[in-house]
């Protein structure tokens, strides 16, 4: 218990001292720029909006992990999936967000999670458009889950990541679904022959 | 005592419109305009833009109290900075002296518009409404001078009226 609470006290110094910092309201309205300008491009086709965002996540998330592993102090590889979820919700989304999602809903063998949000700095103000179908198809903060998807690939883990209900939807919770489907061995470079 | 408020964009264009009585001295929030007053309202709220044009750079504030007056309807103006206009029309009840309790009235918020206990509680109510309206536009789907739609902002712009008129 001890332990874990130095830990805690090292994310928030971390976060402290060593990100960054950027006006929130700079960051909500950048990102709802983006979304918008995504709706608008693909002619409001929410499916292609959701595949565009976790496909710029998955590119933030292939570099971000190196900012994460030098910045974190955490080099000691995860031991299983548990821990993994742990550093996540903990030091990952603590350093870069400064929230700290809760994990719930393993299932019994220990390969897929829930991380719950109770808040959203995406989402400040945001208010889904009223064209019927967006309540239903836009998963308004799917680069989350791109981002996640990215930076376990380079730690060895393919994961899936998906939105399974929000807030901004009508929904009580904000809720991504995370499913480890394997851990990647090292391969070896194709032969060119 | 009812009201009318509306929402006016940067082209004239109305943005959003809200009726509702008083909830003091035992209102029940209902609007009490006559039939034909709904859509008179909204001209007379709309030919009250000309006195907001002219006297919108008269005090530098962004709360001009009452600018116009037609007949019994009174209007209050609130500009933001983006130059979008809220303009509450407010109508005292025509049987507010009639009745028993009209020397309590007399005193209370609406009875006398330009009293400055009812410009207060104006003041305050657009304050309110500013501050949700400013949140409601930072939503990434709104666009300048597009109808605000929101439910959320609907139901605060009510809470307010409740609150304060």
Same mark, same amino acid.
């Given at each position: ?193 | 005592? =009812?009201?009318?408020?509306? /929402?006016?964009?940067? %082209? ?5 419109? &809200?009726?509702?009585?008083?909830? @003091? ?21 709309? =030919?009250?833009?000309?006195? /907001?044009?002219?006297? %919108? ?5 962004? &709360?001009?109290?009452?600018?116009? @007056? ?96």
């Amino acid at each position: 218990m001890a332990s874990s609470k130095a830990s805690r006290l090292g994310e928030e110094y971390v976060w402290r001292t060593r990100m960054d910092k950027v006006n929130a309201e700079l960051v909500v309205l950048t990102y709802g720029a983006m979304v918008a300008q995504l709706c608008k491009d693909f002619d409001s086709d929410y499916v292609k909006v959701n595949q565009q965002l976790d496909k710029m996540g998955y590119n933030i998330g292939l570099r971000l992990i190196e900012d994460y592993l030098a910045k974190s102090n955490t080099f000691k590889r995860c031991s299983n999936f548990r821990e993994t979820a742990e550093m996540i919700a903990k030091v990952g989304f603590k350093i870069f967000l400064n929230i700290t999602p809760t994990i719930t809903n393993w299932t019994s063998d220990g390969k897929q999670f829930s991380l719950v949000f109770d808040e959203n700095p995406f989402a400040d103000f945001v208010e889904l458009p009223d064209d019927g179908r967006a309540q239903d198809e836009l998963w308004y903060s799917n680069i989350l889950c791109g981002v996640l998807r990215g930076a376990l690939e380079m730690v060895q883990m393919q994961v899936e990541a998906k939105f399974v209900s929000d807030v901004l939807r009508g929904n009580d919770t904000t809720e991504m679904r995370i499913s480890l489907i394997r851990y990647i061995d090292d391969e070896l470079p194709p032969e060119d022959d | 005592m =009812s009201y009318y408020f509306a /929402v006016i964009g940067t %082209q004239d264009n109305p943005l959003f419109e &809200y009726e509702f009585g008083t909830s @003091k001295q035992g209102g029940d929030g209902q609007s009490r305009f006559t039939e034909q007053a709904h859509h008179l309202n909204q001209f007379v709220l709309h =030919s009250s833009l000309d006195i /907001v044009e002219e006297v %919108q750079w008269m005090n530098g504030q962004l &709360y001009m109290k009452v600018i116009d @007056k037609f007949f019994t309807n009174y209007i209050s103006c609130f500009m933001t900075g983006g130059s979008v206009k809220f303009l509450l029309l407010h109508q005292p009840s025509a049987t507010a002296s009639g009745t028993a309790s009209a020397t309590r009235n007399s005193t209370s918020v609406g009875a006398n518009p330009t009293s400055p206990q009812t410009e207060e509680a104006i003041k305050n109510f657009f304050s309110e409404v500013y501050e949700n309206y400013v949140k409601a536009i930072m939503s990434p789907f709104y666009k300048v001078n597009m109808e605000i739609r929101s439910p959320v902002f609907r139901q605060r712009v009510a809470a307010a009226g409740r609150k304060y008129l």
